[in-house]
């Protein structure tokens, strides 16, 4: 690997090129806090450091892993001494913004954050928003087609990219960086690197959609008295908000209790003794008639019997009061860890059954175990979260097949967001079919013959 | 062929193989009346007659050419004496409905009108919308990635599919019948297949995203003094009806003087002596609000100087009027034949600037030309139709390198959502750089590597 670092010191700079310390004092996954184990890690300053890099790599068969912000949670930034990490963080400028077209034009490393702030000097919003807003970054969210808490209104990353360039395994750059809303002149290959974490292609640049800022944002929480509140209250407020709805949030009561009463973190503005809460919200420009729409759907759910209880935030800070509770990761890992979280999505109507089963199964195999649950439930997404006394590989793979093994029957995914990566890999039978993870195998193989892109994240080649 | 097509009536039944005038009666293209060449017809009754007779296709390298409902733009349909349609028109069910998950799943060959008619019954909206919604099939839709006059609102095609069944070019099924909106198991492959004409495997089942049916739709005609009111509208209603915008059509003068005043075919519910004209939708829950909200963004446009004249349609009748203006098709070739038509996109602000230039290049050298413009403004798509006096190949091939060739620097498209077929395919490159159509081909091949589906559609393989 010496001579080849040599050659890319000479397209890079050789202050771009980190070894020793500086790779090991790198953590590749923010809730283990493991240290990065690549040989070197080399950080190209453009697209063309990177095609001339990938070009070398491609010469000397060797295998690369791409680091955006790591802020993933199923092992996708994980480099073994064999690899070269190549890390897009100084390909971090925003190249262009287009106020009339509602277009930003970005590099890959920049954070999602900066470019939400972007957007909003110009008046315009950026509609992808999740709790790493500060730290992922763009190409991160393209690779792995991001969701978080907005999709309901505004649809997953892959909805937000309107162009993209790529460098492949080869160092051939493809720039498809279209800035129209609708391009059908041949076949969407951006679709190809969206979504597939970083096996197609290294995302370098994107033209990303803007939409529309909404001045008015309400937020309310609501208190459920069964699941078919929660459910009605969905399809109710999908018909009485129509395109107003931005947030359906639900937090079961053994999420919502755990980080308000039992825990003391936060103060619960309803009390924790109902089974499901909701936060909702409504984006609109005129706040009046926004609030006036928000407030008499919520009354209506009330007369209907879909809600028991709810509170509208009056202020930012109640606003923050309520997403609290719902955003207390460090709550949870505090008070349940050693724990496994998961990322499933299945079917709405069987939501309140799989998770009954769920905890009675860890209860069965153990007494003490602790299930919690949350999630983007308007999008069909669950976040779950087991706790049951330790973490050993052994144990987590018993709580894995009691979380995976009844989606594959209800249809649902064992990743709603958060991709494959290592994490996932074994179980991606349960949510894709022989004939799928073949075709899968065909494009990996068309596009990255050797198998030097992300190596076997998703999927392994030979099987 | 003849001992394949014994082989494939052993399949489908021997009524499902047509032959001969059953052949020549069938129009492949509805603007021309073009009928089909193709040396046999052969309807499969569901997936796994497709599979087979597809089986028996490749082993016997019989490139075959699929039929949807036949009301595209770009040649997609035709075939030559040695290549086999595949017609869908058989496969037209609707499988199931779940009002719940707000899905629908159906059969290929099902009319888009039927789907929405059913959706609607389930008081549910299926979102795609277009003037050829009777004849044209959901798999066609899907394989030309459709778009129509609710984009801007609800997104086009690919937008709608949840999941989808294809049969590949050997004849193996890939069932991708995901029902989640979020699942990032793996990559996308439906993606593959939407927009990619048939190409890479025929759809043959898809489920289908459902959204909540909007009770009140309320319809403006506009008249605008310049394309900075036009563009500056358009920005207006986007902040002022938020996610309420369900449609912004525009019609140049040329398009409407022609279809009211000069034709006699429709009453001008605006006079027409204004350069520019936009159809307005607001779609909501609450009727009485949606119309306020509406008359108050016109209003309001009206005093910042953006628009001329209004008129908000206070029944069927009068909204039915103002879109037979911008659908009049008919009234367009009966007025301009011969004619050629075109399916652009380009950004919004070089618009004015692109259709003068239009005007001017068509009448230096006809001087009797005729241009005329309307379309999608909001999704920065415009259809052009050219009328010169003559509709000879050569005079095509002068007056397409005048529409598209300005496009190229403007970053536009020379398809919209009309896509490619055989039509467009000598001007990809104006639209695609060479790295992307390189990157096409490896799909193709990789996918299709006898070159067996709609060959030479979208892109030649070998060039």
Known sequence: MQALLTDIA?????????????????????????????????????????????????????????????????????????????????????????????????????????????????????????GARGSCTIGGNIATNAGGVRVIRYGMMRQQVLGLEAVLADGSVVSSLNRMLKNNAGYDLKQLFIGSEGTLGIVTRAVLRLHPRMSSERTALVACPDFAGVSGLLAHLGRELGGSLGTFEVMWR?????????????TPPLPPHWPYYAIVESLGNDDAANTAQL????????????????????????????????????????????????????PIPDMPGYAAELERAVQQRWPQGRIVVFGHLGDGNLHVSVSVGDDEPATRRTVERIVYEPLAELGGSVSAEHGIGLEKRDYLTLSRTPEELALMRTLKRALDPLNLLNRDKVLALEE
């Not at 053994?254 to 936060?266: K, M, Q, V």
Request: charged share 20%; glycine share 10%.
């Open 10 to 130: 000479a397209v890079v700079g050789s202050g771009n090129v980190l070894t020793g310390d500086d790779v090991t004092q790198r953590r590749v996954d923010w809730m283990s806090g493991a240290s990065c184990h690549a040989g070197a890690i080399v950080r190209p300053g453009n697209t063309d450091e990177l095609a001339a890099v990938m070009r070398l790599c491609h010469a000397a068969r060797q295998p690369v892993v791409t680091h955006g912000g790591l802020t993933g949670l199923v092992h996708g930034g994980e480099a073994a001494p064999d690899e070269l990490v190549i890390s897009l963080e100084r390909m971090n400028a925003i190249e262009s913004v287009d106020p009339i077209g509602s277009t930003l034009t970005v590099q890959a490393g920049t954070p999602l954050q900066k470019v939400q702030e972007i957007a909003a000097e110009h008046d315009l919003l950026f509609a992808l928003d999740l």
């Open 295 to 346: 407030s008499a759907a919520l009354e209506s759910a009330l007369e209907a019997g879909l809600i028991e209880d709810a509170v509208l935030a009056q202020s930012d800070t109640q606003r923050q009061g309520i997403w609290n509770i719902r955003e207390d990761i460090e709550g949870l890992i505090q008070h349940l860890a050693p724990l496994f979280t998961f990322d499933v999505s299945l």
């Open 254 to 266: 053994n999420h919502y209790a755990l980080l308000t009463e039992e825990s003391g973190r936060n």
